[in-house]
């Protein structure tokens, strides 16, 4: 019998999982996803290594200083720059073999079932019965969501009453392209650019970011280009124009566009999560203190720490 459910394995489920696994509880993570991370995500195009969700984190608190000396210590995870075109001197700490390694590590040794949707959950007799979408049930003492929260919402509303600040605005989204090149692309060191124009966010070589051998760049379009632009059909042919001068004089061998509804969370919770003692369920991710890899590593903690508190005692 699990103590703990948690939904979503990206980087805040995981670091609660490890949490809660820490302090002797049982516990077992559902991701919908094909593999872990969710938003932390790499993908292999052509024999290239290109990340497509995050790009780099940042460290300001100790707690996440501490995973990250760790990783680094452990050779997973390293800095990339101090900061692009003038750079403010601020480390950018990378997976030195992409982002999604650094999930993939945090999930290594516990349970986690990737593939399981999670349909619903309901209180039954003073549990939790998470439904997955083949129809299976599980059940546990305590419920843990670190889905983006529009996901999270859904599966407990009826139950719980979440905080309709959460849900005040909409999240931002995000269109990327992947393209791997036949030559060196034409990305200025350090291999990144933060906001070049009103249309594009981020630009990235991830060959000369370190984890790919192959020339290859990741484009992520700005919120209100992503907006605009999400049901055009041309999606791969406007944002080739969009990269070109990042692609410079190189020619695209293959490309892919990836589409994020849910990339950026608006409505920022203050605390790092938030939790209901009455129906024993916690919701975080990085929309509590957030929206950055570090808010979601945060806020995994803080949710692990408050089931553990929620955690029927053992006789
Ligand atoms: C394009 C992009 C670029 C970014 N760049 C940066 C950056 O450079 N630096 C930075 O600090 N941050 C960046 N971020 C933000 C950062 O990636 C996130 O803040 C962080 O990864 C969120 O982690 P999380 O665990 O809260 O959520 P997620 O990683 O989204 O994890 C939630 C998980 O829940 C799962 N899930 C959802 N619904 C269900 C369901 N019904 N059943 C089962 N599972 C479900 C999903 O599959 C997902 O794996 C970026 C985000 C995007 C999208």
Redesign the pocket.
Known sequence: MTDVII???????LVAARTLSSAGQSVTV????RSV????ATRRIAGARLDH??????VRSDAFAAQVDDWATRGLARVWCNGFGDGDGHPRWIGSSGMNSLAKDLASGLDVRVD???FSCTREHDRWVVTIDDGQRFDADVLVL???VP?SFS?VFETVDVPRALMATEPHR?I?LLAVLDGASAVPEPGGVQDPNGDISFVADNAAKGISDKPAITL?ASPSWSLEHWDDSDLEAQLTELARPWIGTANIIESQVKK?RL??PTAIWPEPCWVDVDHRVVIG??AFA???????HN??LAAGKAAISLCTPRR
């Open positions: 939904v979503g394995a990206g980087l805040s489920g559902f991701d919908k996803g991370g969710g938003r932390l969700g995050a790009q780099f984190m940042t399981h949707l999670v670190t889905a983006p996901q599966m995000t990327g992520h994020w990339a950026t991710g990085d957030g929206p950055r890899v570090e808010a979601a806020s995994g």
